[in-house]
């Protein structure tokens, strides 16, 4: 009876991972057999491990990744200009903790898409915050925030030229992008 008591504790505590880990030594006789320090350290790992996991997909989940990707399958052979050390500086997350975003632009079918999902992947298992975004055709995001009303009417010159306005200033730089997320 005292032992049910204790798995019901610890699952009042919010500590289920160790409850579930508890309720394993009881029914593995062999665990027995292990020190109190020992069998203790088992059951905080445990409770460890699921905080992580539990943590890690919370992220995932709020990062929005679109595909399952991840930095160790990166392809340096395929000809997509990636640099090494580009890519080292990137993987570390330090332009997250700096508060930048990251917009990747190219050409369609260079993997653009992919490469922010991975290192998007890559952040949330480092315990950071990101979120995917695709941003969408230079001509469809113009128009938009344009027939919305959050973006000033085009100078004159613009205004009367044909479609794509010419203007640096309404010119979407990216395809696609992650922007750390605070907290």
Known sequence: MLLNQTVEQLRRLRLSGMAAAFAQQLEQPELQALSFEERFSLLL???ITRREDRRLSRLLQLARLRQQACVEDIDYKHRRGLERSLMASLISGDWIRARHNL???GPTGTGKS?????LGHQACRQGLSVRYERVPHPRRLWSQTFN??????????????????FHPRYQPTAHCSLACLPG
């Open 103 to 105: 917009h990747l632009t």
């Open 114 to 118: 992919w490469l922010a999902c991975a």
């Open 148 to 165: 919305s009303g959050r973006a000033p009417r085009p100078p004159g010159a613009c205004r009367r030229s044909a479609w794509p306005p």
């Open 45 to 47: 790992d445990r409770e």
